[in-house]
């Protein structure tokens, strides 16, 4: 049996070439975010936002709920992929981000289906646990702040309906997961919310070594 094959560029080329479907909205809007601050570190890769577009539209989800929209690529592919009546409502710290995003929402015809929530993202779901919207949510992306990921994974298992799905990015972080030089708050929030995940009798799990570790966590 093979074990988990390496990837070098070149092969993540042929994977693009092959496999992704990225047109020039997503193209300009992944340019336009590579040319701010850190904007190649906290974008998604082309193959995730393609692979969240899979996951809404295999799961059914007509609701979705994002924590972390940065300036929307995610954003922008998921909510292409829910149906017609869909909602996508999307936590950002900063307005800043998603009005970069905004436009290439509206190029898209998504930008009706998107509801910003600006503030603390631990705040915004409190609230929308006390506004009744529990079990709403087919798919619950997060990729936000990693020393809050445990909260926001209790808060987001209220929000997801049963049966739906919690997609978690960056859970391996870089490799600093093994690295017991890495005592950073980041860090310990990964670890913290995949023994968390790892030990929750209330959920499925499977965890992909793919772009910086993806975790999806079906509620039982």
Known sequence: MADQITGGPELREYV???SLREDDILRDLRRTTAELPAGKTMQVMPEEGQFLAML??????SEVLEIGTFTGYSTLC??????SHGRLVTCEISARWPEIGAEYWRRAGVFER???RIGAAIETLEEMIAEGRSGEFGLVFIDADKANYPRYY???L???RSGGLLVLDNTLFFGRVVD??????DTAGVREVNATI???RRVDICMLPMADGITLVRRR
């Open 16 to 18: 693009r070439e092959f």
């Open 78 to 83: 998921m909510a292409r992929a829910l149906p």
């Open 180 to 185: 017991p030089l890495a005592v950073d708050p």
């Open 114 to 116: 998107i509801e910003v």
């Open 158 to 160: 209220h929000l997801v």
């Open 154 to 156: 209790e808060l987001a």
């Open 56 to 61: 809404v539209a295999v799961t059914g989800a």
């Open 198 to 200: 790892r030990d929750d």
